[in-house]
């Protein structure tokens, strides 16, 4: 009995390993490229579960249709967030305090203002919270210091400032999320039927995000191994300085890799809502950031084949965890499964801190 | 002389918390905003000894935090009848100490040997980790948590219940405020600052130079921990006599000792009592203006502090007062 349901419940993790690993993927490639753990992992991946959840619920778009849409919108944010922040502290330009010359200051007054006039146009549409204005404001006043002091690092930043700002985008995302949908946990129900392989039924929807994953995880191999572009990438990994002689824009290969580290991330939380299309609150992304840490670190943190793996054997390892501890009379198996993944992480950070995979 | 010289930078920090203790004093309208931000001052403090002078964050802060709370709490519930009265609590304070000392001698010795990123890998979980321990193994009622208000009321007697929890435990926190900024102080001042000092600067170099850098993170970090870990028994222990495990161990706080510690400038001495009153401050306004929007206006500041000024107000100020007669104040 205990076995059968053993079997059941590890083909399931199997199936949610590779979910798993896709969504670990792209933590892994901006480690690698960029040195930089992003502590907002989570957050990314709830941007991806509203994403497909709106796309259904208002448009009546699958969740399969909805990842290149996902993609997009990722690669986007990734944009954004590495030319407005973390571009400065990687690569500092070191040019000193900016004197604002008078055209500079008629740039800012106009963007300013064409800044309220959508706000209030926008605000004729929507209820906006005035707390918005406020943080539109904030940013704006972010971007004109960046302008005038942005030069004045001389030397890269310690880590502990790409750490902090990443989770700052993680907090800044989950609660801009919380006052557009409110914090109540939501889901959608999109049924396509069932597949029963005697020991556990799989419903097509799980295994089409298995699919979805795995499939996007042989693009991304043979993207990185056959194409110019995605060499161009694996060499600023080998060699940042000899990249730099043969050729290569080591800055726009930065600034490409965390962009498509971030658009991966938010579309494996499409996919993980094809797999979970439940719970999609702004706050579900803090017990998969966890997930993926423990992810990223048994394939190695700065191998995103590794993940990928590391991916299918977390998922062997919850499901089964679960199972077992489920046996034991009172204890909650639920919690108990999350603080073992966290155990996990421990022990392969102490004896193996390079990935038991070591994929290449 | 200029032995004491040395200490001097304790000066403004003891006038800033006698001021605010005063002020809560003076106007007992105001406590309960004082004790709000004389926890929040603690918390910077606390926090910065290990943050700021290591340069390591520890993400999985506030795990500290929840177990001297549940130290407290512990004491308090199956204590409570042995007629110890006010004793009682002494004890707590013990064993949060004790609990705190252990958990981060546990999380430590993992923790400590790895760097930089794989240092926040490890601790980011801590909290989680420990928080489904609770719940899962169902340790002190797991998630049902502990309430322990009667227990209190009958071990100490009504009056002295409600003076403890309105008014003596924000005492004791300025009490642990004051003792973490002397520690800051005296560690910045010996061995163990400038050990640290050249280990945030450059670790490699350290240990070439033969510092034994693994034994002066760990000093700070159990320092850190175990402040947290009083800070815990009285701050939320005391004053609110219930604990839950999502409450005890919930991220937000670490979100907030971080914010505190950023914007008075990190590894600064007076940093945290800046930081602290502006972040409490603004909070509180912010909390009556614009209710459930104080995250998403700190979280742009804290990256406006990162990227522009990552020195945080002292930071800034300690560079202007260069060269006058405050310096030897301001550090």
Known sequence: MIFEQLAGNLVQGLVLGAVYGMATMGLSLIFGVLQIVNVGHGAFIMVGAFTALMMFQALGIPPVIALPAALILGMLLGMVIYYAAVKPLVSPSGSGIRKPSGRDAGIAVAIFISLMVVMRFLSGYYKLHTAFSIFVGLLFLYGLLLYVYGGRRQEKAAELATLLVTFAFGVILEEFVKQLFTSEARGYNWDIGKLDIGITVLPYTKLLAALGSVSIAVILYLWFNKTRAGMAMRSVVEDSVGARVCGVNVDWQYALSFSLGIGLTVTSGVLLTMFIPVGINPYMGGPYTLKAFVIAVLGGLASPYGAFFGGLVFGLIENGSYTLFAVIPGVEPFALTRFFSFLILLVILLIRPTGLLRAK | ?331
């Open chain 2, 1 to 331: 002389m200029r032995r004491a010289q040395r200490y001097y930078p304790i000066i403004p920090v003891l006038v800033a918390y006698a001021m605010l203790l005063g002020y809560g004093l003076l106007f007992p309208g105001k406590w309960q905003l004082v004790a709000q931000l004389a926890f929040y001052c603690t918390l910077g403090q606390a926090f910065n000894l290990f943050m700021g002078m290591t340069g390591y964050v520890d993400f999985g802060y506030v795990a500290f935090i929840g177990i001297g709370t549940y130290g407290m709490a512990i004491s308090i519930y199956y204590l409570y009848d042995k007629g110890l009265g006010l004793f009682i609590v002494v004890i707590g304070f013990i064993l949060a100490a004790i609990f705190s000392t252990l958990l981060s001698l546990a999380v430590g010795a993992v923790a400590l040997r790895l760097r930089g990123a794989y240092f926040a890998i490890a601790t980011i979980g801590v909290n989680e980790g420990f928080r489904y321990l609770i719940e899962g193994a169902r340790i002190w009622n797991g998630a049902d948590g502990i309430i322990f208000s009667l227990h209190l009321k009958k071990a100490v007697g009504r009056e002295t219940m409600m003076v403890l929890s309105t008014f003596w435990a924000d005492v004791l926190v300025f009490t642990v405020a004051i003792a973490a900024a002397v520690l800051t102080l005296v560690f910045m001042r010996n061995k163990v600052g400038y050990a640290l000092m050249a280990l945030r600067m450059d670790e490699d170099a350290a240990k070439v130079m033969g510092i034994n850098v693994t034994k002066y993170k760990i000093i700070a970090f159990i320092t850190s921990a175990t402040l947290a870990g009083l800070l815990g028994a009285a701050a939320w222990a005391l004053k609110l006599t219930y604990i839950y495990p999502v409450d005890a161990f919930a991220i937000h706080y670490t979100v907030e000792a971080i914010i505190i510690v950023l914007l008075g400038g990190a590894g600064t001495l007076m940093g945290p009592i800046v930081g602290g009153l502006i972040y409490g401050v603004a909070k509180y306004f912010l909390a009556i203006v614009l209710p459930g929007f104080q995250l998403l206006i700190f979280a742009p500041i804290i990256i406006t502090i990162i990227v522009i000024f990552p020195e945080g107000t002292v930071g800034i100020l300690k560079k202007r007062v260069m060269g006058t007669a405050l310096q030897k104040y301001i550090i």
